[in-house]
Protein backbone atom coordinates (compact mmCIF):
# COMPACT_ATOMS: atom_id res chain seq x y z
CA UNK A 1 0.00 0.00 0.00
CA UNK A 2 1.08 3.49 -0.68
CA UNK A 3 0.70 6.39 1.89
CA UNK A 4 1.71 10.45 2.33
CA UNK A 5 3.49 11.30 5.72
CA UNK A 6 2.62 14.95 7.12
CA UNK A 7 4.84 15.50 10.39
CA UNK A 8 7.47 16.68 12.40
CA UNK A 9 9.63 15.10 15.01
CA UNK A 10 11.17 11.45 16.35
CA UNK A 11 7.54 10.06 16.26
CA UNK A 12 6.61 10.71 12.73
CA UNK A 13 9.85 9.20 11.87
CA UNK A 14 9.74 6.12 14.06
CA UNK A 15 6.28 5.69 12.64
CA UNK A 16 7.86 6.21 8.84
CA UNK A 17 10.51 3.25 9.61
CA UNK A 18 7.78 0.89 10.80
CA UNK A 19 6.06 2.06 7.48
CA UNK A 20 8.71 0.43 5.47
CA UNK A 21 9.00 -2.41 7.26
CA UNK A 22 5.66 -2.90 6.98
CA UNK A 23 6.12 -3.46 3.65
CA UNK A 24 4.30 0.46 3.00
CA UNK A 25 5.61 2.40 -0.36
CA UNK A 26 6.42 5.93 1.04
CA UNK A 27 5.44 8.25 -1.84
CA UNK A 28 5.74 11.77 -0.21
CA UNK A 29 6.94 13.85 3.24
CA UNK A 30 5.66 16.52 3.82
CA UNK A 31 7.50 18.49 6.76
CA UNK A 32 9.95 21.63 7.54
CA UNK A 33 11.47 19.27 10.48
CA UNK A 34 14.90 18.57 9.78
CA UNK A 35 14.88 15.09 11.27
CA UNK A 36 12.07 13.81 8.98
CA UNK A 37 13.79 15.98 5.95
CA UNK A 38 17.46 14.06 6.61
CA UNK A 39 14.88 10.54 6.50
CA UNK A 40 13.23 11.68 2.97
CA UNK A 41 16.80 12.04 1.99
CA UNK A 42 18.26 8.88 3.05
CA UNK A 43 15.68 6.82 1.80
CA UNK A 44 14.93 8.65 -1.82
CA UNK A 45 11.24 9.78 -0.61
CA UNK A 46 9.88 12.78 -1.96
CA UNK A 47 9.79 15.71 -0.03
CA UNK A 48 7.32 18.63 -0.05
CA UNK A 49 7.35 21.80 2.52
CA UNK A 50 3.62 21.79 2.69
CA UNK A 51 0.18 20.20 1.67
CA UNK A 52 -0.76 22.62 -0.68
CA UNK A 53 2.67 21.90 -2.77
CA UNK A 54 0.36 18.16 -3.39
CA UNK A 55 -1.53 19.71 -5.83
CA UNK A 56 -1.01 17.67 -8.85
CA UNK A 57 0.05 14.23 -6.65
CA UNK A 58 -1.59 10.83 -7.27
CA UNK A 59 -3.86 9.42 -5.04
CA UNK A 60 -2.14 7.32 -2.60
CA UNK A 61 -4.26 4.32 -0.18
CA UNK A 62 -3.34 6.38 2.78
CA UNK A 63 -2.63 9.69 4.50
CA UNK A 64 -0.76 9.12 7.98
CA UNK A 65 -0.72 13.00 9.88
CA UNK A 66 1.94 12.06 12.98
CA UNK A 67 2.75 15.69 15.31
CA UNK A 68 1.63 17.28 12.18
CA UNK A 69 0.94 21.52 12.45
CA UNK A 70 -0.92 21.83 9.31
CA UNK A 71 -4.56 21.85 8.72
CA UNK A 72 -5.60 19.84 6.14
CA UNK A 73 -7.78 21.18 3.76
CA UNK A 74 -9.84 18.66 1.78
CA UNK A 75 -8.19 18.92 -1.48
CA UNK A 76 -5.32 17.31 0.80
CA UNK A 77 -7.16 15.07 2.46
CA UNK A 78 -9.14 13.97 -0.91
CA UNK A 79 -5.70 11.96 -2.32
CA UNK A 80 -6.35 9.35 0.54
CA UNK A 81 -8.55 6.34 -1.52
CA UNK A 82 -8.76 4.66 2.05
CA UNK A 83 -7.76 6.41 5.14
CA UNK A 84 -6.30 9.94 6.70
CA UNK A 85 -5.09 9.14 10.33
CA UNK A 86 -4.27 11.35 12.66
CA UNK A 87 -1.90 10.88 15.60
CA UNK A 88 -3.54 12.44 19.26
CA UNK A 89 -1.25 12.22 22.65
CA UNK A 90 -4.42 11.55 24.26
CA UNK A 91 -7.26 9.11 24.87
CA UNK A 92 -9.77 10.49 23.32
CA UNK A 93 -12.86 11.87 23.11
CA UNK A 94 -11.12 13.79 26.19
CA UNK A 95 -8.52 16.19 26.32
CA UNK A 96 -8.56 16.92 22.58
CA UNK A 97 -7.05 20.02 20.53
CA UNK A 98 -3.25 20.82 22.13
CA UNK A 99 -0.95 20.24 25.23
CA UNK A 100 -3.24 16.94 26.23
CA UNK A 101 -0.33 15.91 28.59
CA UNK A 102 0.21 18.96 30.17
CA UNK A 103 -3.71 19.14 31.20
CA UNK A 104 -3.55 15.81 31.96
CA UNK A 105 -1.50 16.15 34.64
CA UNK A 106 -2.91 19.77 35.64
CA UNK A 107 -6.11 17.66 35.99
CA UNK A 108 -4.87 15.39 38.47
CA UNK A 109 -5.94 12.30 36.59
CA UNK A 110 -5.12 8.64 37.47
CA UNK A 111 -4.74 7.54 33.58
CA UNK A 112 -3.92 9.05 30.21
CA UNK A 113 -3.56 7.11 26.85
CA UNK A 114 -2.76 7.78 22.95
CA UNK A 115 -5.13 7.44 19.81
CA UNK A 116 -5.09 6.71 15.89
CA UNK A 117 -8.12 7.67 15.00
CA UNK A 118 -9.82 9.28 10.94
CA UNK A 119 -9.72 12.48 10.48
CA UNK A 120 -12.77 14.77 10.05
CA UNK A 121 -14.10 18.04 9.79
CA UNK A 122 -14.43 18.18 13.70
CA UNK A 123 -10.51 18.08 15.30
CA UNK A 124 -9.37 14.74 16.79
CA UNK A 125 -13.25 14.27 16.77
CA UNK A 126 -13.21 11.05 13.98
CA UNK A 127 -13.42 7.32 14.34
CA UNK A 128 -10.66 5.47 16.62
CA UNK A 129 -8.78 3.19 14.88
CA UNK A 130 -6.48 2.19 17.68
CA UNK A 131 -4.65 3.27 20.68
CA UNK A 132 -3.33 2.18 24.40
CA UNK A 133 -4.09 3.36 28.16
CA UNK A 134 -1.57 4.19 30.59
CA UNK A 135 -1.58 4.56 33.97
CA UNK A 136 0.16 8.09 35.72
CA UNK A 137 2.72 7.50 38.08
CA UNK A 138 1.89 9.42 41.39
CA UNK A 139 5.00 11.50 40.57
CA UNK A 140 4.89 11.57 36.73
CA UNK A 141 5.72 14.95 35.10
CA UNK A 142 5.08 15.48 31.41
CA UNK A 143 8.81 15.05 30.45
CA UNK A 144 7.78 11.20 31.53
CA UNK A 145 4.64 10.92 30.48
CA UNK A 146 5.57 12.21 27.02
CA UNK A 147 8.26 9.50 26.79
CA UNK A 148 5.83 6.88 27.63
CA UNK A 149 3.35 8.00 25.27
CA UNK A 150 6.19 7.99 22.49
CA UNK A 151 6.20 4.51 23.18
CA UNK A 152 2.95 3.55 23.34
CA UNK A 153 2.00 5.61 19.95
CA UNK A 154 4.64 3.41 18.12
CA UNK A 155 3.03 -0.07 19.80
CA UNK A 156 -0.36 1.10 18.75
CA UNK A 157 0.94 2.11 15.55
CA UNK A 158 3.16 -1.27 14.71
CA UNK A 159 -0.53 -2.58 15.50
CA UNK A 160 -2.59 -0.58 13.37
CA UNK A 161 -0.78 -1.50 10.70
CA UNK A 162 -1.22 -5.04 11.22
CA UNK A 163 -4.77 -4.27 10.93
CA UNK A 164 -4.53 -2.40 7.80
CA UNK A 165 -2.68 -5.08 5.87
CA UNK A 166 -5.25 -7.86 7.00
CA UNK A 167 -7.65 -5.73 6.67
CA UNK A 168 -9.44 -6.05 10.37
CA UNK A 169 -9.86 -2.15 11.40
CA UNK A 170 -12.55 -1.84 13.58
CA UNK A 171 -13.49 2.24 13.98
CA UNK A 172 -14.97 3.15 16.85
CA UNK A 173 -16.85 6.03 17.52
CA UNK A 174 -16.17 8.75 19.98
CA UNK A 175 -18.77 9.28 22.40
CA UNK A 176 -19.40 13.58 22.68
CA UNK A 177 -21.02 13.51 26.05
CA UNK A 178 -17.17 12.03 26.75
CA UNK A 179 -15.23 15.19 25.01
CA UNK A 180 -12.58 17.79 26.42
CA UNK A 181 -10.99 20.37 24.13
CA UNK A 182 -8.31 22.88 24.52
CA UNK A 183 -7.33 24.67 22.02
CA UNK A 184 -3.59 26.72 21.12
CA UNK A 185 -3.86 29.83 23.40
CA UNK A 186 -6.12 27.41 26.57
CA UNK A 187 -3.74 27.94 29.54
CA UNK A 188 -4.50 27.72 33.11
CA UNK A 189 -6.61 30.33 35.05
CA UNK A 190 -3.32 32.40 36.46
CA UNK A 191 -0.86 31.63 33.56
CA UNK A 192 0.91 29.68 36.08
CA UNK A 193 1.65 32.70 38.65
CA UNK A 194 2.73 31.29 41.96
CA UNK A 195 1.43 32.58 45.09
CA UNK A 196 0.38 32.90 48.97
CA UNK A 197 -2.96 31.96 47.90
CA UNK A 198 -1.75 28.54 46.26
CA UNK A 199 -1.95 25.32 48.15
CA UNK A 200 0.82 22.59 47.88
CA UNK A 201 -1.05 19.98 46.34
CA UNK A 202 -1.95 23.30 43.52
CA UNK A 203 1.82 23.80 43.52
CA UNK A 204 2.70 19.79 42.80
CA UNK A 205 0.40 19.57 40.07
CA UNK A 206 1.45 22.81 38.61
CA UNK A 207 5.39 21.90 38.59
CA UNK A 208 4.71 18.19 37.75
CA UNK A 209 2.48 19.54 34.57
CA UNK A 210 5.45 21.88 33.04
CA UNK A 211 8.79 19.69 34.05
CA UNK A 212 9.51 19.13 30.35
CA UNK A 213 13.46 19.01 31.79
CA UNK A 214 16.42 20.89 30.12
CA UNK A 215 16.57 19.71 26.68
CA UNK A 216 12.89 19.88 25.91
CA UNK A 217 10.89 22.52 24.31
CA UNK A 218 7.85 24.01 26.51
CA UNK A 219 5.62 25.32 24.39
CA UNK A 220 2.64 25.50 27.37
CA UNK A 221 4.28 27.75 30.71
CA UNK A 222 6.80 27.64 33.47
CA UNK A 223 5.55 28.62 36.75
CA UNK A 224 7.04 32.14 37.86
CA UNK A 225 6.82 34.30 40.67
CA UNK A 226 7.25 38.41 40.56
CA UNK A 227 9.44 40.16 43.24
CA UNK A 228 10.69 43.69 43.13
CA UNK A 229 9.00 44.19 39.95
CA UNK A 230 11.52 41.27 38.34
CA UNK A 231 9.64 38.09 36.76
CA UNK A 232 11.31 34.40 37.54
CA UNK A 233 10.70 31.27 36.15
CA UNK A 234 10.81 28.37 38.50
CA UNK A 235 12.00 25.33 36.71
CA UNK A 236 12.07 22.59 39.50
CA UNK A 237 11.16 22.54 43.47
CA UNK A 238 10.48 21.21 46.24
CA UNK A 239 7.26 21.19 48.25
CA UNK A 240 7.31 21.76 52.01
CA UNK A 241 3.46 20.12 53.25
CA UNK A 242 4.10 22.25 56.51
CA UNK A 243 5.58 25.81 57.18
CA UNK A 244 3.12 27.46 60.00
CA UNK A 245 2.84 31.03 61.37
CA UNK A 246 4.05 32.53 58.47
CA UNK A 247 2.35 34.96 56.04
CA UNK A 248 1.64 33.46 53.20
CA UNK A 249 3.53 34.74 49.77
CA UNK A 250 6.75 35.92 52.35
CA UNK A 251 10.26 34.50 51.78
CA UNK A 252 11.49 32.62 53.91
CA UNK A 253 14.55 30.44 55.72
CA UNK A 254 14.09 26.68 55.66
CA UNK A 255 16.68 25.06 56.93
CA UNK A 256 19.43 26.96 55.19
CA UNK A 257 17.00 26.93 52.06
CA UNK A 258 14.84 29.92 50.50
CA UNK A 259 11.06 29.07 50.50
CA UNK A 260 7.62 30.79 49.47
CA UNK A 261 5.18 30.58 52.02
CA UNK A 262 1.98 29.17 50.41
CA UNK A 263 -1.54 28.43 52.09
CA UNK A 264 -0.13 25.17 53.68
CA UNK A 265 3.05 25.01 53.23
CA UNK A 266 5.81 26.27 51.50
CA UNK A 267 7.63 25.73 48.17
CA UNK A 268 11.40 25.80 47.66
CA UNK A 269 12.93 26.71 43.84
CA UNK A 270 15.62 24.57 43.27
CA UNK A 271 16.45 25.75 39.31
CA UNK A 272 15.08 28.83 38.47
CA UNK A 273 15.79 31.42 35.67
CA UNK A 274 15.26 35.30 35.11
CA UNK A 275 13.69 36.82 32.40
CA UNK A 276 16.79 36.43 30.18
CA UNK A 277 16.37 32.17 30.60
CA UNK A 278 19.25 33.11 32.71
CA UNK A 279 20.16 30.61 35.28
CA UNK A 280 19.97 32.46 39.04
CA UNK A 281 20.92 31.14 42.15
CA UNK A 282 17.54 31.41 44.50
CA UNK A 283 19.57 32.34 47.83
CA UNK A 284 20.78 35.56 45.48
CA UNK A 285 17.40 36.44 44.72
CA UNK A 286 15.03 35.53 47.35
CA UNK A 287 15.62 37.31 51.00
CA UNK A 288 13.37 36.73 54.16
CA UNK A 289 10.87 39.22 54.34
CA UNK A 290 10.48 39.95 51.00
CA UNK A 291 6.55 39.34 49.36
CA UNK A 292 6.14 38.03 46.03
CA UNK A 293 3.46 39.54 44.27
CA UNK A 294 0.15 38.28 42.89
CA UNK A 295 -0.67 40.46 39.75
CA UNK A 296 -4.20 41.77 40.29
CA UNK A 297 -7.56 39.41 38.76
CA UNK A 298 -7.65 42.19 35.99
CA UNK A 299 -4.06 42.07 34.73
CA UNK A 300 -5.03 38.09 34.40
CA UNK A 301 -7.77 39.02 32.23
CA UNK A 302 -5.71 41.22 30.11
CA UNK A 303 -2.94 38.90 29.99
CA UNK A 304 -5.32 36.36 28.58
CA UNK A 305 -6.28 38.97 25.93
CA UNK A 306 -2.87 39.33 24.50
CA UNK A 307 -2.27 36.18 24.96
CA UNK A 308 -5.07 34.96 22.57
CA UNK A 309 -3.78 37.84 20.23
CA UNK A 310 0.28 36.59 20.82
CA UNK A 311 0.04 32.95 21.11
CA UNK A 312 0.24 31.83 17.10
CA UNK A 313 3.16 33.89 16.09
CA UNK A 314 5.46 31.83 18.89
CA UNK A 315 7.29 29.57 16.67
CA UNK A 316 7.98 32.83 13.89
CA UNK A 317 9.51 34.71 17.19
CA UNK A 318 11.60 31.40 18.31
CA UNK A 319 12.49 31.34 15.13
CA UNK A 320 13.62 34.82 14.63
CA UNK A 321 15.43 34.76 18.22
CA UNK A 322 17.15 32.16 17.30
CA UNK A 323 18.66 33.33 14.28
CA UNK A 324 19.05 37.02 15.67
CA UNK A 325 22.49 38.88 16.23
CA UNK A 326 22.30 41.81 18.21
CA UNK A 327 24.85 44.37 17.85
CA UNK A 328 26.00 46.43 21.12
CA UNK A 329 25.54 49.88 20.86
CA UNK A 330 27.77 52.18 19.17
CA UNK A 331 31.03 53.20 20.17
CA UNK A 332 32.36 56.78 21.09
CA UNK A 333 35.32 56.28 22.65
CA UNK A 334 35.55 59.90 22.79
CA UNK A 335 32.82 60.95 23.56
CA UNK A 336 31.12 62.15 27.34
CA UNK A 337 28.69 59.77 28.80
CA UNK A 338 24.93 61.10 29.53
CA UNK A 339 21.36 60.33 30.02
CA UNK A 340 19.50 61.46 26.87
CA UNK A 341 19.99 63.58 23.60
CA UNK A 342 17.15 64.35 21.40
CA UNK A 343 17.62 65.26 17.77
CA UNK A 344 15.31 67.29 15.79
CA UNK A 345 15.33 66.33 12.42
CA UNK A 346 15.72 69.22 9.83
CA UNK A 347 12.14 70.01 8.02
CA UNK A 348 14.13 69.72 4.49
CA UNK A 349 14.93 66.35 5.60
CA UNK A 350 11.69 64.92 6.90
CA UNK A 351 9.83 66.60 3.43
CA UNK A 352 12.62 64.79 1.30
CA UNK A 353 11.65 61.46 3.54
CA UNK A 354 8.55 61.69 2.58
CA UNK A 355 8.59 62.10 -0.89
CA UNK A 356 10.54 59.68 -1.68
CA UNK A 357 8.09 57.01 0.81
CA UNK A 358 4.58 58.59 0.23
CA UNK A 359 2.76 55.87 1.83
CA UNK A 360 4.62 55.31 4.74
CA UNK A 361 4.75 56.85 8.05
CA UNK A 362 7.69 58.96 8.60
CA UNK A 363 8.40 57.17 12.06
CA UNK A 364 8.82 53.58 9.74
CA UNK A 365 10.42 55.33 7.17
CA UNK A 366 13.42 56.75 9.60
CA UNK A 367 13.98 53.24 11.38
CA UNK A 368 14.45 51.45 8.81
CA UNK A 369 17.07 54.30 7.85
CA UNK A 370 18.02 54.66 11.37
CA UNK A 371 18.50 50.97 11.02
CA UNK A 372 20.60 50.66 7.87
CA UNK A 373 23.14 53.58 9.29
CA UNK A 374 23.61 51.54 12.78
CA UNK A 375 24.62 48.73 10.51
CA UNK A 376 26.88 50.83 8.66
CA UNK A 377 28.89 52.51 11.42
CA UNK A 378 29.13 49.01 13.21
CA UNK A 379 30.74 47.05 9.84
CA UNK A 380 28.15 45.00 9.22
CA UNK A 381 26.13 43.74 6.42
CA UNK A 382 23.76 41.85 8.72
CA UNK A 383 22.89 42.19 12.51
CA UNK A 384 19.84 42.55 15.01
CA UNK A 385 18.26 45.18 16.88
CA UNK A 386 15.86 45.55 20.10
CA UNK A 387 12.56 46.85 17.94
CA UNK A 388 9.28 48.49 19.44
CA UNK A 389 6.30 49.20 16.55
CA UNK A 390 4.19 52.25 17.02
CA UNK A 391 1.34 50.37 18.66
CA UNK A 392 3.27 47.37 20.60
CA UNK A 393 3.98 49.78 23.93
CA UNK A 394 -0.28 50.02 23.99
CA UNK A 395 -1.09 46.55 23.18
CA UNK A 396 1.07 45.03 25.99
CA UNK A 397 0.24 47.74 28.38
CA UNK A 398 -0.39 46.40 31.97
CA UNK A 399 0.76 43.39 31.00
CA UNK A 400 4.92 44.39 30.27
CA UNK A 401 6.06 41.82 32.85
CA UNK A 402 4.94 39.00 31.06
CA UNK A 403 4.96 40.40 27.34
CA UNK A 404 8.52 41.47 26.02
CA UNK A 405 8.46 45.20 25.38
CA UNK A 406 10.74 44.68 21.83
CA UNK A 407 10.95 42.10 19.17
CA UNK A 408 14.19 40.91 17.17
CA UNK A 409 14.46 43.16 14.53
CA UNK A 410 16.99 41.12 11.85
CA UNK A 411 18.60 43.22 9.30
CA UNK A 412 19.95 42.04 6.20
CA UNK A 413 21.69 44.62 3.72
CA UNK A 414 21.90 43.69 0.38
CA UNK A 415 25.70 45.32 -1.42
CA UNK A 416 24.40 44.91 -4.65
CA UNK A 417 21.28 47.46 -4.30
CA UNK A 418 20.86 50.86 -3.37
CA UNK A 419 20.24 52.14 0.02
CA UNK A 420 16.82 53.63 -1.34
CA UNK A 421 16.27 49.58 -2.31
CA UNK A 422 17.42 47.89 1.17
CA UNK A 423 15.10 50.90 2.85
CA UNK A 424 12.51 49.68 0.99
CA UNK A 425 12.92 46.10 2.04
CA UNK A 426 13.26 47.11 5.07
CA UNK A 427 10.20 48.70 5.28
CA UNK A 428 7.76 45.70 3.97
CA UNK A 429 9.89 43.83 7.02
CA UNK A 430 8.96 45.71 9.69
CA UNK A 431 5.47 45.93 8.17
CA UNK A 432 5.61 42.08 8.61
CA UNK A 433 7.19 41.73 12.20
CA UNK A 434 4.32 43.93 13.59
CA UNK A 435 1.55 42.09 12.53
CA UNK A 436 2.95 39.35 14.91
CA UNK A 437 2.96 41.69 17.91
CA UNK A 438 5.07 39.99 20.36
CA UNK A 439 5.72 36.83 22.49
CA UNK A 440 5.92 36.26 26.67
CA UNK A 441 8.94 36.85 27.96
CA UNK A 442 9.12 33.18 29.38
CA UNK A 443 10.09 32.18 25.41
CA UNK A 444 13.50 32.01 26.78
CA UNK A 445 13.39 30.41 29.38
CA UNK A 446 11.01 27.95 28.15
CA UNK A 447 13.35 26.84 24.87
CA UNK A 448 17.06 25.40 25.41
CA UNK A 449 18.17 26.78 21.97
CA UNK A 450 17.19 30.29 23.33
CA UNK A 451 18.36 29.38 27.38
CA UNK A 452 21.62 28.54 26.02
CA UNK A 453 22.24 31.40 23.66
CA UNK A 454 25.75 33.22 24.18
CA UNK A 455 23.68 36.31 23.81
CA UNK A 456 19.63 36.72 23.24
CA UNK A 457 18.92 40.23 24.16
CA UNK A 458 19.50 43.28 21.95
CA UNK A 459 22.46 46.07 23.35
CA UNK A 460 19.40 48.77 22.79
CA UNK A 461 16.41 49.23 21.46
CA UNK A 462 14.56 51.37 18.52
CA UNK A 463 11.19 52.35 19.28
CA UNK A 464 8.87 53.59 16.33
CA UNK A 465 7.05 55.73 19.24
CA UNK A 466 8.06 57.94 22.29
CA UNK A 467 9.75 55.59 24.65
CA UNK A 468 7.63 54.05 27.23
CA UNK A 469 8.98 54.40 31.36
CA UNK A 470 7.93 50.52 31.90
CA UNK A 471 10.53 49.46 28.91
CA UNK A 472 13.75 51.74 30.22
CA UNK A 473 13.34 49.25 33.37
CA UNK A 474 14.64 46.52 31.28
CA UNK A 475 17.98 48.41 31.26
CA UNK A 476 18.36 48.90 27.97
CA UNK A 477 19.84 52.28 26.01
CA UNK A 478 16.40 53.20 23.78
CA UNK A 479 15.88 55.62 20.23
CA UNK A 480 12.84 56.53 20.03
CA UNK A 481 11.36 58.26 17.00
CA UNK A 482 8.36 60.44 16.69
CA UNK A 483 7.53 62.65 14.44
CA UNK A 484 10.56 64.73 13.61
CA UNK A 485 12.26 64.00 16.67
CA UNK A 486 14.67 61.67 17.52
CA UNK A 487 15.72 60.61 21.24
CA UNK A 488 18.22 58.88 23.02
CA UNK A 489 17.71 57.85 26.32
CA UNK A 490 20.05 55.52 28.99
CA UNK A 491 18.18 52.95 31.26
CA UNK A 492 17.01 53.99 34.75
CA UNK A 493 19.60 54.70 36.89
CA UNK A 494 22.60 54.57 34.57
CA UNK A 495 24.44 56.72 31.24
CA UNK A 496 25.69 55.93 27.59
CA UNK A 497 28.68 57.08 25.72
CA UNK A 498 27.99 58.96 22.45
CA UNK A 499 24.27 59.64 22.08
CA UNK A 500 24.92 63.16 20.76
CA UNK A 501 27.86 61.55 18.99
CA UNK A 502 25.56 58.70 17.35
CA UNK A 503 22.69 61.57 16.45
CA UNK A 504 24.76 63.96 14.69
CA UNK A 505 26.82 61.52 12.70
CA UNK A 506 23.11 59.89 11.83
CA UNK A 507 21.85 63.35 10.71
CA UNK A 508 25.28 63.38 8.12
CA UNK A 509 23.93 59.83 6.90
CA UNK A 510 20.58 61.20 6.42
CA UNK A 511 21.89 64.42 4.46
CA UNK A 512 24.00 62.16 2.35
CA UNK A 513 20.93 59.79 1.34
CA UNK A 514 18.66 62.54 0.77
CA UNK A 515 20.73 64.12 -1.63
CA UNK A 516 21.67 60.69 -3.19
CA UNK A 517 19.23 57.75 -2.12
Same mark, same amino acid.
Given at each position: ??????????????????????????????????????? $??????????????????????????????????????????????????????????????????????????????????????????????????????????????????????????????????????????????????????????????????????????????????????????????????????????????????????????? $?????????????????????????????????????????????????????????????????????????????????????????????????????????????????????????????????????????????????????????????????????????????????????????? $?????????????????????????????????????????????????????????????????????????
Amino acid at each position: PSCIIVGNGRLAVQCANLLLDAGFRIATIISGEKTLIDF $AGRNRIQLLDHPLSCINHPEVDHIFSINNGFILKKSFTSLAKSHVINYHDAPLPKYAGMFATHWVLLMDEKEHGVSWHLVTDEIDGGDILAGETLAINPSETVETLNARCFEAALRSFSHLLNAIREQRLTPQSQDPSGRSYFGLTARPEHFGSVSGDMTTEEAVLLLRATHCGNQLDNEFLLPFFILNNRIFFIHDAKILKSLTGEAPGSIVDAGGLK $AIVLKDGGLIPVEMTDQQGKKCDPSEILHPGDFIRQPHEKTFHRITEIFRKTARHEAFWKSELEISQFIDWPSFPEAEPGQSFVLKVPKVHINRIKSLFPEQPVEKTLTALLSVFLLKIDGQSAGSFGFSSSHLPEAIQGAELIFNPWIPLNVVLVPEISTLENIRNLIGQLTIVEKALTFTRSIF $ARYPSLREKERNHPGFVIFETIIPEASLADGLPAIGICGDELRIVSPVGSSIQGADALANEFLMFMENFCAHP
